[in-house]
């Protein structure tokens, strides 16, 4: 089955800890996407990479850092810089935008839910 | 002002009323509208899209867009208990997987009674 499959479902950092969430698709997407989502808050866009081995920062970036060496995968680390990392982080994936795939909505995984401890 | 407005709920009906969802946004420019069902500790799962105004219908699901009063709802039809979940407004200027630009609501949580 075609999809997106973060892991772990569940994580707890300690103070000063870096850690790192996976993203995986079988898509063949072009362009991933990690959001941050907390209790009534809309998703918010961290970073987002259009292109193997090239990426952008969203909205809130800081304290965060990703890379995409291949297409299918798109890891974010939460660095000790993030001091407030507690919430529910969500990758998604879409056709890179184009003509031709203009009307190609973002799809989601299951997400990672990150704790402190 | 948030560009996008969505009522948290909860809202609880009865098995078999129709739901009616709603968001109000600022942005004019808005022209793609999509809704995300997502139940609880999952990813949001895309409902459905629009482009500009009118109405778009998918089985029980209606979709509907009002530019002129800047406002998007979502109809649920003869609702079921599995239709629990909450639902996120999202919505853009550029397109639909428009990388930096698309904008979600906050969800509106909706039970249904059996």
């Known amino acids: 089955d075609g999809g997106i499959t973060q892991s772990p479902k569940y994580l707890f950092r300690k103070e000063g800890q870096n850690v790192t969430l996976s993203c995986e698709q079988n898509?063949?997407?072009?362009?991933m996407y990690w959001y941050r989502q907390d209790p009534g808050q809309g998703l918010r866009l961290i970073y987002y990479?259009?292109?193997?081995?090239?990426?952008q920062k969203g909205d809130i970036a800081e304290g965060y850092s990703v890379s995409r060496e291949k297409k299918e995968s798109f890891p974010l680390t939460v660095t000790s810089a993030q001091k407030n990392p507690t919430a529910f982080y969500l990758c998604?994936?879409?056709?890179?935008?184009?003509?031709?795939?203009?009307?190609?909505?973002?799809?989601f995984g299951d997400g990672t839910r990150l704790s402190i401890l | 002002q948030k560009e996008v407005e969505q009522d948290p709920g909860p809202l609880s009906v009865p098995e078999g009323a129709i739901v009616s969802l709603n968001c109000t946004y600022s942005n004019s420019a808005f022209q793609y509208f999509m809704w995300y069902r997502q139940y609880s500790r999952k990813g949001p799962e895309l409902l459905m899209y629009t482009y500009s105004s009118g109405n778009k219908e998918d089985g029980r699901f209606t979709a509907q867009v009002d530019k002129s009063s800047k406002y998007i709802s979502l109809f649920i039809r003869d609702s079921q208990p599995s239709d629990s979940a909450t639902y996120l407004c999202a919505m853009s200027v550029t397109g639909y997987s428009s990388a930096s630009k698309i904008i979600f609501g906050s969800g509106t949580r909706l039970s249904i009674r059996p």
């Open positions: 898509l063949n997407h072009d362009a």
């Open positions: 998604a994936s879409s056709p890179r935008l184009s003509r031709e795939n203009s009307n190609q909505p973002q799809h």
């Open positions: 990479s259009q292109i193997v081995n090239d990426f």
